[in-house]
C-alpha cells in the first residue's frame, strides 16, 4: 500500500487529505476541529484525524506533498513590493517576517510541525487545483479551467486532462486576477474577503446592472475570456482585505460601505454589475477553452470555480456539455489535488477514485451521540427503526420545525451536503425570513439552497432530466409554475443553488427527502450548513448539541437520536 498526505496552509482554508493507492480515505479542514473559521496556519488536528480515519501513523505515510511552491511564491511577494517601494513599506513589515521565519525554507517548518524527517514534495499551486479538478471527476478527459485570486504567479489557468496526465497550456499572471477583482467588490461592499465572497453572489439579483460600463475602465475583457485589469484601481500593497484604490472610490462615487452598516440601491447595483462582469469573463473564457480543446467535458477549481451563477451560465452558455467542480474547490482543496497528482500522475498509479460525495471527514457512533447527550444531562429519544425516525423528523420539518440534521461523516469543503446541515420546509413563505432571524443570525438578502431527489429535479427547475449537481455548486432556474409551491429557496431572480441527492452518495438523507415526500408529495427540503453565522460548520456532537442550545433550531437529529427539549428553554 501507498499512502500519500496532502497539505494545504499558510493562507487561508488549511486542510489535509490522504489517499491510499490513489483511493481518497479521509478529508478535511482545520477550522472543522479547532472552531476557527477560515484557519489558515498548519493544520495538525486534520491531518491527525486523515492517520486516525486510515489506522495508521505518520510513519506509514509514504509521500507528503504541500500544495504550492513557496520559493516561487516569495519572489512575486518580494518583486510587488520592491517594484512600488517605499508605498509598500507596511505590507513589508506585515507579510516578510512569516516568510523568513517558517515559510521561506518550508520543508524544515514542515518536518518540524509534522515532527519527520521524510522529504516534502512541493506542486505548483494551480496545477494542485486543476488535479483537484480533474482527476476525481468521472471523465477520462476534459478541459480544465482554474481561477482564484493567486497562487505564485498564476491567477488563471487553462488546459487539459487525459488519463491522469494534465497539461496546463495557458495562464494569465498576477495582478491582473479575476479573483482579485471580486475581492475588490467584495471589500468595496463592507464584506470579508475570502469569506463572503457568497454574500455579493446573494445580494445581486437585489440589483441592476447600472454600473456594468463602470467596469469597463477597470476591465479590460478580451473575446477569448482574456483580461487585464487597469491597476490605477487596485492597490496590493497593504493586504488582500482591501485591494481597491481611492481611485476606484472616485470613479463609483461612493467610499467603501463600513462593516455592517445597511445596504442601499446602491451597494446592490454594484454586486449585481460587478458579479455580471465575473460571469462575462468566465463564460467568455469558457467558450474560447471548448472551442481550442474540442473538450465536451470542463473540469474547474479554484475560489471563483464557488461562484455558482457563473458556473450555470458557462454550462448553458458553451458548448460544453459536462461540468465537475469538486466540493472543496477553494485553497484546502489543494490538499486533495497534491495528494491525487502524487498518486496519479507522478508515481502513476491508475485513476480509481470519482468523487461522488463530499462527506470525508469525522463521524461518530450512535455511542458517541449518547455519551454527549448524557453529559449534558438531556432528555432525547432513541429510534430502533430507521423507518420511524425519518417519520418523525419528516412530521416536524412539515410542521415548520428547523432540524439540526446531524449523520455520518462531515462534509470536505464549505458547503454542508446533507450530513451537518439544517432542513426545513421549502414550502414556507416565512421559513427563510425565521432562519436567518432565529438560527443563521445572518443578512436577511442571503438565499437558502434547496436539497432534490434527484430523479425529480426536473420537474421543478429548468435542468435536463437526470442531471447531476451534487455539491450545490449551480444555480439553475426554478421552473416558473414552482415559485409558488417552493418560495423559501426561490431567489430574487428566479433561481435555486440546487443539490441533487442520490441514495447511492447521500444514503439516509436521501431516504429522508424520500420520507418528506411520501408524506407532501414534495421531493425538496432548504439545507443550510448547520453553524451560526461566524462559525465553521459543527463536526462534533458536542458541537451540534451547542449549536442546537444557543439557537432557535427547533430539534436536532443526530443518528438515531432526537433532541426536541432544551434544558432551561429559552422562548425565541
Given amino acids: 500500500m501507498t499512502y500519500i498526505l496532502g497539505i494545504s496552509c499558510f493562507y487561508h482554508d488549511s486542510g489535509a487529505a490522504l489517499v491510499r493507492d490513489g483511493q481518497l480515505i479521509a478529508a478535511a479542514e482545520e477550522e472543522r476541529f479547532n472552531r476557527k473559521k477560515h484557519y489558515s496556519d498548519f493544520p495538525h488536528l486534520a491531518i491527525e484525524y486523515c492517520l ?32 512600488d517601494w517605499p508605498r509598500t513599506y507596511t505590507g513589508w513589515i506585515k507579510s516578510i517576517p512569516p516568510w523568513l521565519t517558517k515559510k521561506l525554507n518550508l520543508s524544515k517548518t514542515l518536518q518540524k510541525e509534522l515532527g519527520t524527517e521524510k522529504d516534502i514534495l512541493f506542486c505548483q499551486h494551480h496545477l494542485s487545483h486543476a488535479a483537484s479538478a480533474f482527476l476525481p471527476s468521472p471523465f477520462d478527459e476534459a478541459a480544465i479551467i482554474t481561477a482564484d485570486g493567486v497562487g505564485e504567479w498564476t491567477t488563471t489557468g487553462w488546459g487539459t486532462g487525459r488519463g491522469s496526465d494534465i497539461d496546463i497550456t495557458h495562464e494569465i499572471s498576477f495582478p491582473h486576477s479575476v479573483g482579485l477583482l471580486f475581492s475588490a467588490i467584495t471589500a468595496y461592499l463592507g464584506f470579508r474577503v475570502n469569506d463572503a465572497e457568497w454574500k455579493v453572489m446573494g445580494l445581486a439579483p437585489y440589483g441592476t446592472p447600472k454600473y456594468v460600463d463602470k467596469f469597463d475602465d477597470i476591465v479590460d475583457l478580451r473575446d477569448d475570456g482574456s483580461f487585464r485589469l487597469n491597476m490605477s484601481y487596485f492597490d496590493f500593497t497593504h493586504s488582500t482585505s482591501r485591494t481597491f484604490s481611492k481611485k476606484w472610490e472616485q470613479h463609483f462615487g461612493r467610499p467603501m460601505r463600513p462593516k455592517e452598516t445597511e445596504l442601499d440601491d446602491f451597494h446592490r447595483d454594484i454586486a449585481h454589475s460587478g458579479q455580471k462582469v465575473v460571469e462575462e469573463i468566465m463564460v467568455r473564457m469558457a467558450r474560447h477553452v471548448q472551442k481550442e480543446t474540442g473538450m465536451k467535458n470542463l473540469c474547474m477549481a479554484g475560489g471563483v470555480a464557488l461562484n455558482c451563477v457563473a458556473n450555470w451560465r458557462m454550462l448553458q452558455e ?35 477514485f470519482e468523487m461522488k460525495h463530499a462527506c470525508w471527514g469525522p463521524g461518530f457512533s450512535d455511542d458517541e451521540v449518547i455519551a454527549c447527550l448524557n453529559r449534558n444531562d438531556v432528555k432525547f429519544e432513541t429510534f430502533d427503526r430507521e423507518e420511524d425516525l425519518l417519520a418523525k423528523t419528516a412530521e416536524m420539518i412539515d410542521n415548520g420545525k428547523v432540524i439540526g440534521w446531524y449523520q455520518g461523516r462531515l462534509e470536505f469543503g464549505p458547503r454542508a451536503l446533507g450530513n451537518r446541515s439544517l432542513v426545513a420546509d421549502a414550502r414556507s413563505l416565512k421559513m427563510k425570513d425565521v432562519i436567518n432571524a432565529k438560527v443563521k443570525f445572518r443578512e436577511a438578502f442571503r438565499p437558502f439552497a434547496p436539497s432534490i431527489l434527484k430523479e425529480r429535479a426536473h420537474e421543478f427547475f429548468e435542468m435536463p432530466e437526470g442531471m447531476d449537481a451534487p455539491f450545490m455548486l449551480l444555480v439553475p432556474k426554478v421552473r416558473p409554475e414552482m415559485h409558488k409551491v417552493l418560495p423559501a429557496i426561490t431567489h430574487e431572480d428566479g433561481t435555486g443553488r440546487v443539490q441533487t441527492v442520490t441514495e447511492e452518495a447521500n444514503g439516509r438523507y436521501y431516504r429522508l427527502i424520500k420520507a418528506f415526500e411520501k408524506r407532501t408529495g414534495v421531493p425538496v427540503v432548504i439545507n443550510t450548513s448547520f453553524n451560526v453565522r461566524g462559525e465553521p460548520i459543527v463536526c462534533t456532537p458536542q458541537d451540534a448539541y451547542d449549536t442546537f442550545m444557543n439557537t432557535g433550531i427547533d430539534a436536532v437529529v443526530m443518528g438515531n437520536c432526537v433532541v426536541t427539549e432544551k434544558p432551561g428553554e429559552v422562548d425565541y
Fill in 52 to 83: 486516525r480515519e486510515a489506522g495508521i501513523t505518520l510513519d506509514d505515510v509514504d509521500h507528503i506533498g504541500f500544495y504550492e511552491k513557496p520559493f516561487v511564491k516569495f519572489n512575486r511577494i518580494l518583486e510587488t513590493i520592491l517594484a
Fill in 318 to 352: 458553451t458548448d460544453f456539455e459536462n461540468i465537475f467542480i469538486q466540493p472543496a474547490a477553494g485553497d484546502s482543496g489543494g490538499a486533495l489535488g497534491t495528494a491525487l497528482y502524487i498518486s496519479n500522475t507522478v508515481l502513476k498509479h491508475p485513476r480509481v
